[in-house]
């Protein structure tokens, strides 16, 4: 199986800061990585598909960058609504593992 | 709207047995791969199982395979899940997940463009 890596685990910002995550994946997958939002007691929503693809109606402030095994996710102004567990995720075979994410605090 | 609603969650003993079932709306489900993913409480996301469009194609993470079956109904718009020989490890919240398009009956992409709000089942004597 494909182990994905997050770093930080967590991390405090304020609003308005540059934040990123970073995921590693333990062979490479080209670009089949994807990042989820997850708010407590919610679903996770899809944010960023095929490593730098915006998911349709998720505010242009995420993004997505990297291939092979490092991929990044930065929100350029964190919003009060961007508080939230971030997860990365690989489709590039099964089982299509996740990592474990990244939980974003408010400073 | 794409509207996926689990049900069938609760309390079983260990040894016990389960079904999910996922009623889906607002798109047409025969199309799509649908998938299971589960959330241990306060823990990460687990890939669980999978299922083609048409059921053909399944597959099962190690740590269910030979105790969960993953199946559909079509014509009823529904996912299912059956689980046997539940372990207290198999405590989570279960999401039916919708895949995203792919070319033929018998594929998956993936990733998960919607996602159910999630049923728990909790295994514990």
């Known amino acids: 199986d494909i182990q994905m890596t997050q770093s930080p685990s967590s991390l405090s910002a304020s609003v308005g800061d540059r934040v990123t995550i970073t995921c590693r994946a333990s062979q490479r997958i080209s670009t089949y990585l994807n990042w989820y939002q997850q708010k407590p007691g919610k679903a996770p929503k899809l944010l960023i598909y095929?490593?730098?693809s915006l998911q349709s109606g998720v505010p242009s402030r995420f993004s997505g960058s990297g291939s092979g095994t490092d991929f990044t996710l930065t929100i350029s102004s964190l919003q009060p609504g961007d508080f939230a567990t971030y997860y990365c995720q690989q489709s590039y075979t099964t089982p299509f593992t996740f990592g474990p994410g990244t939980k974003v605090y408010i400073k | 709207e794409v509207q996926l609603v689990e049900s069938g969650g609760g309390l079983v003993q260990p040894g016990g047995s389960l079904r999910l079932s996922c009623s889906a709306s607002?798109?047409?489900?025969?199309?799509?791969?649908m998938h299971w993913v589960r959330q241990a409480p306060g823990k990460g996301l687990e890939y669980v199982s999978a299922t083609s469009s048409d059921g053909g194609t399944t597959y099962y993470a190690d740590s269910v395979k030979g105790r969960f079956t993953i199946s559909r109904d079509n014509s009823r718009n529904t996912l299912y899940l059956q689980m046997s020989s539940l372990r207290a490890e198999d405590t989570a919240v279960y999401y039916c997940?919708?895949?995203?398009?792919?070319?033929?009956?018998?594929?998956?992409?993936?990733?998960?463009?919607?996602w159910g709000q999630g049923t728990l089942v909790t295994v514990s004597s």
């Open positions: 607002g798109f047409t489900f025969s199309s799509y791969a």
């Open positions: 095929a490593a730098s």
């Open positions: 997940v919708k895949d995203v398009p792919c070319s033929g009956t018998s594929c998956y992409m993936g990733y998960f463009d919607y």
